[in-house]
């Protein structure tokens, strides 16, 4: 009486492991906070699913930054179909590396900017700023911060995407003045972290009077946790814009799979999910716009952001005027 019990049992696996090896799996390298169970990851992994006939699968790598490096690292090998959340500050180095394929996708975009990039394309964006607690002291541009007692935790643009926009937007608003701006705000920075989760959390826990994030952060406060206390700084010098973007790999072995991926990025579907879960702004609105409190939102008076070409040439420079200023 156990055989056929056994039988159909072992016929039931065999089919299981047999439909599991037919399952095309997509790997997307993507930074950690994309992935966690408050980012947009489990809401874009079961609505691409929907759709796909597919297995998603996200690979989680640290920071923004620390994405280019791993692919660096792993060369045409790399276990990843798609890398999601380079920006515009790394898009000339990423392209360098010859390990991207064009994306052939027309989408109708809603940026602040012109996009024309074959190779990358923007799923989100955002200005970045610090955030502090309302009623607090609140400079308006990096000199008043400088001449400050105020704490601030930032993130180190070696690993991290907003760590190196703010080298940018430094370099941005002040050019050749950058050294000294950095020389006068380091007394200010309590500490670097290797990413944006780290840095706020910090300043969440009290540790610093506020943090390197953006002018969104405080809709996720007002909308998840009805919390107003919670604001962006506005600086006179303008903020620098992020935008966050995707590349296909050259070497996936699943290159429809991708392609679909691509295409479902900057779809209603996709981008709806954007801004509560990631809260940065879509790179294409979604159908009825944006939740109610982005309204709210601190609209910077001038946007800075230097082309990816002037990123890469900027970055090498910017990096050494902001490790000499913070280690003297």
Request: net charge negative.
């Amino acid at each position: 009486m156990t055989k056929p019990i056994i039988l159909t049992t072992v016929a039931g696996l065999c089919m299981a492991t047999i439909a599991a090896a037919e399952t095309p799996v997509l790997t997307v390298m993507t930074y950690d906070s994309f992935t966690s169970d408050w980012g947009p990851g489990p809401a874009v992994e079961a609505a691409f699913e929907e759709t796909c006939a597919c297995d998603l699968q996200f690979l989680g790598a640290g920071d923004g930054a620390a994405l280019l490096a791993r692919l660096q690292l792993e060369g045409p090998r790399t276990d990843a179909d798609i890398v999601l959340g380079l920006d515009t500050n790394l898009t000339a180095a990423a392209r360098e590396t010859g390990l991207f394929a064009t994306h052939g996708v027309t989408a109708d975009l809603t940026l602040p900017i012109a996009w024309d990039d074959a190779e990358f394309l923007p799923f989100d964006w955002g200005y970045l700023a610090f955030v502090g607690n309302v009623g607090a002291d609140a400079p308006t541009s990096f000199r008043a911060l400088a001449d400050s007692d105020i704490k601030v935790v930032i993130q180190d643009p070696r690993s991290s995407t907003p760590g190196l926009g703010l080298l940018m937007w430094v370099k941005a608003a002040y050019g050749d003045e950058a050294p000294a701006i950095w020389a006068d705000l380091a007394d200010n920075i309590v500490t670097v972290t290797p990413g944006w989760s780290e840095a706020y959390g910090l300043f969440l826990e009290g540790e610093a009077d506020a943090a390197l994030s953006y002018t969104t952060s405080p809709a996720y406060h007002l909308i998840a946790e009805e919390d107003v206390t919670k604001v962006a700084w506005a600086f006179d010098e303008g903020h620098y814009m992020q935008v966050e973007v995707a590349g296909k790999v050259a070497s996936t072995d699943v290159p429809d799979l991708a392609d679909q991926f691509m295409a479902f990025m900057v779809s209603n579907a996709f981008q709806t999910i954007i801004p509560t879960t990631n809260w940065m702004y879509p790179a294409a609105t979604p159908e009825g716009g944006l939740p109610d409190g982005f309204e709210t939102l601190v609209t910077p008076a001038k946007s800075l952001l230097l082309s990816p070409s002037e990123a890469l040439e900027t970055r090498a420079a910017a990096l050494d005027e902001w490790r000499n200023a913070l280690s003297q």
